[in-house]
């Protein structure tokens, strides 16, 4: 499954922190490398194409005005873009606040991180120095943009500022951490915000996504909706997008006849010992001072293994003048040291340690010769190396031990998962692989070779270029629905055409902003103005039609000649302004869902029963943030054979969760309104579950809408109350 960009005016913009190439400067002369890595293999068959572009920093800073433009123009043959940064633009940006915040904190670290305030402001400057490359790119809104990593988490929201209906999709690569976590740095608002100017988050992992929406939630108080966020009239999804690698590249290399010799010459060297192979590169989330213990206990406990197996660790390097990393690699050295010293002999060292990088093709050497591939990631986005293993393995035999911490640990099942902290779980997985039937390990390994070779780089691409474009096509019919400028003045044309006009309006979240305490909704003076206005006209008919009590609604407008309905329809003062209940309406089964409410209520706090005639209440709008929604799943399957029972009907409104009669509903009682009325003209709107009764009831030719931008029978939407009260306005001014 290859990428294809089928619009012919659309172009692709990827951006990273870096660029697909390294520069190089040997005998003052100019190098341009390919990089190797996974990204640029599976963005390759994007950036190469027509007039797409990758923008990125090349890793290189130019020593003259004219060196940099010869750089431009060489890389501009290449389709990519630089990004120069200084040395404070990178001491501040990606050195300060990308590896010793983000990096540390998103990998559980909080220890580590550094919080200051200058390297905040340098990775906020370079953002902005990203999205002004970008700019320069001949940017047409027709384009997509795709944005990558940590480093860029503020990119999102700045192309978004500019261009206001682009694609935009953004990916991480490593992990997101819980709230309780996240929530510790300082700019944490404004990094969330910075992502949802995309349109598509995508995450390695499950729980990734999850902890991002709950940041969402908790942190910026954001309506969620499965797994969508609702940023004003547009909707954000967030989704789990495994990265693969190029599962044929690996296929190939290992069966190439080359590889397979330099495999044997490996095997040789080290007298056909069973070769426990470990790749990382230097870093504290690699675990790779606690699979050195394992291995120690290993050898330990397991005496018979020495002399018959050897560890090959290669770490490549990586800021290692950093004290943290430094202090690490000293670490590694002298655990490496004592163990070969003290169980090493003449003949046999039990670790091949090398600190260093090698070419892809020693790679698939080592990849082909070792029998077990150990990965103890205490912390991993998705972690590639065991993917390049299995991809490495279909005419070899190998088995994968692998940290049930790092992100492949979710698709790739049938690798000996194991805790990463744990040095007994480390020590039993490598003793169950060097031990295991050479039946098993086939099962297991394709088992896993079928997962790596189907969810490849290629098909990580495609499906994520086809969900952005899914989803852009669903803003844009969202957006169709917007009551924009010609939506209002249709509305408002249709309004002063008619004769005979019923307009039935919703209260709280409607005429009235959403309170946490319900009793503090009360009509401003504002208000009362706009709804005698309206009902001035004497060709308007104004109904307040909520689901509040009979009670609070005459209170607030009684003596005015507007007809109202309380509790969803079970009582009204229409047509004479005489309350009325519904007739043989049922009340038995209070009590059995009264107690399980009360017992809700008991247990979460902040959360409330209210009572009405025909109607139980269980509010949770004071509840904290993710308790009180989680208790009002619980309550709700709790309240679901009672449902049943009595043929009741369960709302989930807007934090709270109502209990009625199932013959009540908004729609219901408007619809005998209207055909006693008989008007020529009908406007309703509402903001929660109960008004979509009132959109599906009403007549074909009804103007109904949505206050929200969530999915609805109404045939239009406006983003806010304030919205829907100013359009209340325009109607109320409308002669």
Not at 228 to 245: C, H, K, L, N, S
Not at 415 to 423: E, F, G, K, T
Not at 550 to 556: E, H, I, N, R
């Amino acid at each position: 499954m290859q990428y294809q960009n089928i619009m012919y005016n659309k172009k692709t913009i990827i951006v990273s922190n870096r660029l697909p190439i390294r520069i190089e400067k040997n005998n003052n002369e100019l190098q341009f490398i390919p990089s190797e890595g996974g990204l640029a293999t599976g963005l390759g068959s994007i950036y190469q194409q027509g007039n797409n572009i990758w923008v990125g920093w090349p890793g290189y800073n130019p020593e003259s005005p004219e060196e940099e433009e010869f750089i431009r123009q060489e890389l501009q043959r290449l389709n990519l873009a630089p990004v120069f940064l200084t040395e404070d633009e990178i001491q501040g940006y990606y050195e300060g606040f990308s590896n010793e915040v983000l990096w540390p904190v998103f990998h559980y670290r909080l220890s580590y991180a550094v919080y200051d305030t200058d390297n905040w402001n340098t990775y906020a400057q370079v953002n902005k120095k990203f999205a002004d490359a970008i700019k320069r790119q001949d940017i047409q809104e027709t384009d997509e943009v795709w944005i990558h990593d940590y480093q860029l988490m503020l990119l999102p929201q700045l192309v978004r500022a500019e261009y206001e209906n682009i694609s935009i999709g953004y990916f991480q690569h490593i992990p997101f951490p819980p709230n309780e976590l996240f929530r510790s740095i300082p700019w944490r608002d404004e990094l969330i915000q910075g992502l949802l100017g995309a349109d598509l988050i995508a995450f390695h992992t499950f729980n990734d996504a999850q902890h991002f929406l709950d940041a969402c939630m908790h942190l910026l108080g954001l309506p969620l909706h499965n797994n969508a966020v609702q940023i004003e009239d547009r909707t954000v999804f967030v989704e789990v997008y495994p990265m693969g690698i190029d599962f044929n590249k690996f296929s190939k290399l290992a069966a190439s006849a080359e590889i397979k010799e330099r495999a044997n010459e490996i095997k040789d060297f080290y007298q056909n010992r069973k070769i426990i192979l470990c790749i990382d590169r230097l870093d504290y989330s690699k675990g790779i001072i606690e699979r050195l213990q394992a291995y120690e206990s290993l050898l330990i406990e397991r005496p018979e293994l020495r002399e018959n197996i050897m560890l090959y660790m290669l770490v490549v390097p990586s800021r290692d003048s950093v004290p943290q990393y430094k202090a690490l690699r000293d670490e590694i050295d002298r655990t490496v040291g004592h163990i070969n010293s003290v169980y090493g002999v003449n003949e046999w060292i039990p670790i091949a340690y090398f600190y260093n990088s090698f070419e892809l093709e020693e790679l698939s050497a080592l990849y082909v010769a070792s029998d077990v591939c150990l990965v103890t990631s205490i912390r991993d986005g998705m972690n590639l190396v065991c993917k390049e293993y299995i991809a490495s393995k279909e005419q070899t035999s190998g088995v994968l031990v692998l940290s049930e911490l790092a992100g492949a640990s979710k698709e790739l099942i049938d690798a000996i998962l194991v805790n990463p902290n744990s040095i007994d779980q480390i020590r039993e997985g490598l003793s169950q692989a060097l031990f295991m039937n050479e039946i098993e390990k086939r099962q297991r390994m394709d088992e896993n070779i079928a997962v790596v070779k189907k969810f490849n780089v290629n098909h990580w691409v495609s499906i994520f270029f086809n969900r952005l474009r899914e989803i852009k096509k669903l803003q844009q019919e969202e957006k169709a629905r917007k009551v924009k400028i010609e939506v209002k003045q249709f509305i408002l044309h249709q309004y002063s055409s008619a004769t005979k006009r019923l307009l039935f309006l919703d209260y709280d979240g409607t005429l009235m902003h959403f309170h946490r305490d319900a009793d503090a909704a009360i009509p401003n003076k504002e208000l009362y103005v706009t709804l005698d206005e309206l009902q001035s006209n004497p060709s308007t008919q104004v109904v307040i039609i909520s689901g509040r009590p009979q009670s609070t609604l005459q209170k607030w407008f009684g003596g005015r000649e507007i007809f109202l309905v309380a509790e969803h329809g079970a009582c009204s003062n229409y047509p004479d302004y005489q309350w009325r209940y519904k007739d043989g309406l049922s009340t038995a089964w209070k009590d059995p869902v009264r107690e399980i409410m009360s017992k809700f209520a008991d247990r979460t706090a902040g959360s409330f029963v209210e009572e009405k005639s025909y109607a139980l209440a269980w509010h949770y709008r004071k509840a904290q943030i993710g308790l009180g929604k989680l208790k009002a799943q619980e309550l709700v399957v709790n309240l679901q054979h009672l449902i049943s029972q009595h043929n009741l009907q369960l709302l989930l409104g807007n934090k709270v969760i109502e209990v009625k009669n199932s013959e009540l509903n908004k729609g219901k009682a408007a619809l005998e309104i209207v055909a006693d009325y008989k008007p020529d003209f009908i406007f309703a709107i509402g903001d929660d579950a109960t008004d979509e009764d009132m959109f599906i009831e009403l007549p074909d030719n009804s103007i109904t809408i949505k206050v929200g931008n969530d999915k609805s029978r109404a045939n239009y939407y406006v983003e806010s109350q304030k919205e829907a009260l100013h359009l209340v306005e325009s109607l109320a001014k409308t002669k």
